[in-house]
């Protein structure tokens, strides 16, 4: 018996999802509130774990010649440059995952996943439907638009970000918890001399992170720092002068860097605490709409897609019967994606540390073999699909917290 799905969103989570289930033989139809499908105009790491995720789903041709293979990912001090810690993405990364890791522009990865989308045929994408809310029965879901138009299915999976209407009508109607850091980023012309390489430039409440994008045409640039003038979102709060202010200290080629970015528009860093709950019924949440997380370790994203086809999965096992399916899938999925976002929290505060703490950080990452480098990321990248299984060092976990 076969199952039709809704998709409420249609960013990466709602379009690999559509495509996973798609790949299965069911029908989805995704509803998305903007008037075309696109993504933010910057750029997007893929750990191998998910990359795996695009290879199952066929859509790694479609990315040749715009997906960029970096040669290692390295830590940098952001005032003196100097690197503290690198991790090496050659042939032994790749054995050991299984995968490669790469770096790509959001868009052209949206694009490809639509594309795929379509030629499967299973796949109706329809812009400028806003759901307003989504009711069930004991048979059906049906999604009300703000256009007075409504869609019915068998089932929900609500793909509509951090700010889910969906999760506040089904679970948790709390804004998201908005952090003391905030982001500027944007892509930018890649001058010569600048290595395949994830860079992470941290200081005292800072960072700065550059990658090639775009077949490695253009720079992928995020400065970030924990505001001190006023509350989070008000107007005195992370300014573009504030922005220049706290990179004043910066090496000069990430001064030149940040004074070219785009300053019109800042993100406020947001998560929420891992919350079960994600299904009920005929409707589950997925990707940040179910677990939202800070962006330390670049897993997001990630998560999303792996969500994706878990969900798929877990609908083809149990044909016609949704709730099941949902409830194995939260099930598979929550403790992983929780265990992320608690890891991504230290890890952002295990960048920004500043005097003594980053002494010591520093010396602990210098001091790591590769294995040992390895053996932080393997529950991550690996084929597993688990929870740290190594904890950091009781002397280096964050204060605050
Ligand atoms: C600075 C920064 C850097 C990041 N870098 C990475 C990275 O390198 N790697 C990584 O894996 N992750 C990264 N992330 C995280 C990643 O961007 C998100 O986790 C990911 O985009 C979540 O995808 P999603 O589809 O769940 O939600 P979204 O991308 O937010 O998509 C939700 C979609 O739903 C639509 N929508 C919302 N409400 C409605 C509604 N009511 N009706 C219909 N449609 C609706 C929206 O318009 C949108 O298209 C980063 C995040 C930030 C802030």
């Not at 949902?326 to 920004?352: K, L, M, N, V, W």
Request: charged share 20%.
């Amino acid at each position: 018996m076969s199952t039709e799905i809704l998709v409420a969103g249609g960013g990466i989570g709602g379009i690999t999802t559509a495509l996973a289930c798609a790949r299965r033989g069911i029908r989805v139809t995704v509803l998305e509130r903007h008037s075309e499908f696109g993504e933010v105009g910057a750029g997007l790491q893929i750990g191998p774990n998910a990359w795996r995720v695009l290879r199952d789903l066929g859509v790694i041709d479609s990315l040749a010649g715009q997906a960029v293979m970096p040669r290692r990912w390295a830590l940098h001090d952001i005032t003196t440059g100097e690197e503290i810690f690198s991790l090496p993405f050659g042939t032994a990364f790749e054995q050991r995952y299984g995968a490669p890791y790469a770096v790509m522009h959001r868009g052209q990865l949206l694009t490809a996943l639509l594309s795929a989308c379509r030629a499967t045929g299973l796949v109706t994408a329809i812009p400028g439907k806003e759901i307003t809310r989504i009711s069930q029965d004991t048979g059906s879901v049906t999604a009300h638009c703000a256009d007075g138009s409504t869609f019915t299915a068998d089932a929900a999976v609500a793909a509509d970000g951090l700010r889910s209407t969906v999760r506040a009508q089904l679970l948790d109607a709390e804004p998201p918890l908005i952090s003391e850091y905030v982001v500027y980023r944007g892509p930018g012309p890649r001058p010569d001399g600048i290595e395949d390489a994830v860079m992470l430039y941290v200081g005292d409440g800072i960072h700065y992170m550059q990658y090639p994008i775009s077949g490695g045409t253009m720079l992928n640039r995020v400065a970030s720092f924990k505001s001190t003038r006023g509350a989070p979102l008000s107007e005195t709060w992370g300014t573009p002068r504030e922005l220049t202010e706290k990179f004043a200290g910066a090496t000069a080629g990430i001064r030149a860097a940040v004074a070219e970015m785009d300053t019109s528009k800042r993100w406020p860093l947001c998560d929420r605490e891992p919350l079960p709950g994600w299904t009920l019924g005929r409707i589950t949440l997925l990707g940040d709409a179910a677990h939202p997380m800070n962006q330390y370790l670049a897993q997001g994203a990630c998560q999303a897609l792996e969500d994706a086809l878990a969900l798929a999965e877990a609908l083809s096992d149990a044909p016609g019967d949704p709730e099941a399916a949902f409830a194995a899938y939260e099930e598979a999925r929550y403790p992983r994606t929780s265990a992320i976002q608690q890891y991504t929290r230290f890890i952002g505060d295990f960048c920004h540390f500043g005097g003594a703490a980053a002494l010591l950080r520093d010396h602990f990452l210098s001091g790591l073999g590769i294995e040992d480098r390895y053996a932080y990321t393997d529950w991550l990248y690996g084929t597993g699909g688990g929870t740290p299984t190594r904890p950091i060092p009781p002397h280096l976990t964050p204060y605050g917290r």
